[in-house]
């Protein structure tokens, strides 16, 4: 009977203890992966922290483009407004187009301002004829009407509009979307009128607008992307290839410090540069899912 009653203190103890040290093996575990919880969600915000302080900072960069951009532009605006003055005809047209770029390297920030973009790059038909006015009402005197006599009114204004533009940059409210939506704009752009040759229907300089389109929203993925890399490294290096290769696309039209006339270009060529447009516009569209997820 002692040793019976042995024998079951003894299983009691046994069990108890294993009891016990089931229960110390499962709550460190469960311990455990509390705390890596806690950890986790202590890293997420400071991930979101540092992805909107890179944004921030890109966001300033390209504020500060924008405003060397139209320094620029008002200098070249200047001296193009002044040959035109002059009756320079030959100066004038050499000065045209490149002028013009510092202007199509940032438009869609020139139409979130209201009415510079008509006010300065309406072609004709494009406003009613009273209201034209602009670079391209001057490049119709120059190339279509061979005569700049009468245009000092509308020279003056150009440059009041580009000055005023530039005052209002300053203050130009810029946030991640916009930068995404104005890079595929800036795209549609050139595939909407540049590879038509409708947008310098006078002068045929379309190849500098559609340079400095590309330019443009170069300049914005160049801002935004250490966030792209960080999100998706596979669609940083696609744009990457699409953007050398339009630029590889445009290569042989270039001529001296500019582009040759559009009216060089064959039907077969201006198709490879639309190719090479849309090949660039597919993945720089995919920037706002990916900046944003």
């Not at 320094?71 to 050499?94: H, N, Q, R, Y």
């Not at 510092?102 to 072609?123: C, K, N, Q, T, V």
């Not at 009273?130 to 120059?142: M, Q, S, T």
């Not at 992307?225 to 050398?244: G, Q």
Request: charged share 30%; aromatic share 6%.
């Amino acid at each position: 009977m002692v040793m019976k009653k042995h024998s079951a203190w003894v299983s009691i103890l046994l069990g108890s203890s294993l009891l016990l040290s089931a229960c110390g093996q499962s709550a460190a575990p469960a311990a455990s992966s509390a705390a890596q919880t806690e950890k986790e969600a202590a890293v997420k915000p400071a991930e979101a922290a540092s992805g909107a302080e890179v944004q921030k900072e890109a966001i300033e960069k390209y504020r500060q483009y924008v405003i060397g951009q139209t320094d620029e532009f008002v200098k070249a605006a200047e001296a193009f407004t002044k040959a035109v003055k002059a009756g320079d005809m030959d100066t004038a047209k050499s000065l045209y187009a490149p002028s013009r770029m510092h202007f199509e390297r940032i438009e869609p920030i020139a139409e979130s301002l209201g009415d510079f973009d008509p006010w300065i790059d309406a072609r004709e038909g494009d406003v009613p004829d009273n209201e034209w006015r602009g670079y391209h009402r001057l490049e119709k005197a120059l190339w279509e009407t061979k005569s700049v006599a009468g245009q000092d009114k509308v020279a003056d204004q150009l440059l009041q509009d580009v000055k005023q533009l530039r005052v209002k940059v300053e203050s130009v409210e810029i946030d991640t979307q916009m930068l995404v939506t104005g890079a595929v704009e800036l795209l549609n752009e050139v595939s909407s009128s540049k590879v038509t040759g409708e947008e310098e229907r006078y002068s045929h300089t379309d190849l500098y607008d559609f340079a400095a389109n590309v330019e443009g929203a170069n300049e914005i993925y160049q801002v935004l992307k250490p966030v792209v890399e960080k999100k998706d490294a596979a669609l940083a290096n696609e744009i990457n290839t699409r953007f050398t290769e339009l630029d590889k696309a445009l290569q042989p039209y270039r001529k001296d410090k500019g582009y040759v006339s559009y009216t060089e270009l064959t039907p077969d060529q201006t198709k490879k540069l639309s190719q090479a447009v849309d090949a660039l516009a597919e993945p720089l569209s995919k920037m706002g899912t990916v900046i944003g997820g």
